[in-house]
């Protein structure tokens, strides 16, 4: 079993930053792909970046230039260091975990969600 926990969301001034982390626990020995998403209040889920155990990272083009996503493998742990915030990302951020290997390490799992609210 694979649980994620976001944290580092809360209130912010426009122009500031945050750094949302998220833990992963279980099955820490799976190859698998972190990625962050955002979801606004009645808007679908949208695509931010993912990092992979390799370090490979992609963003999707309105992340790119002021959202980094990086990890600490040692930790499970992924990051979104958000910067030049504003108002427009309000919204709750996801973490989510594809595992892409064999049983037991294959499987998408999703956090929660931290709250980032801009004004």
């Known amino acids: 079993h694979v649980q994620l926990v976001e944290s580092g969301g809360g209130s912010v001034q426009a122009g500031g930053s945050l750094r949302l982390s998220c833990v992963a626990r279980?099955?820490?020995?799976?190859?698998?792909?972190m990625s962050w998403y955002r979801q606004a209040l009645g808007k679908e889920r949208e695509f931010l970046a993912s990092i992979a155990r390799d370090g490979t990272v992609r963003y999707e083009d309105s992340a790119k230039g002021r959202y980094t996503i990086s990890q600490e493998n040692a930790k499970n742990t992924a990051y979104l260091q958000m910067n030049s915030l504003k108002p427009e990302d309000t919204a709750m951020y996801h973490c989510?975990?594809?595992?892409?290997?064999?049983?037991?390490?294959?499987?998408?799992?999703w956090g929660h969600g931290t709250q980032v609210t801009v004004s």
């Open positions: 279980g099955y820490s020995y799976c190859n698998y792909e």
């Open positions: 989510k975990r594809e595992d892409s290997g064999l049983w037991p390490c294959r499987g998408v799992y």
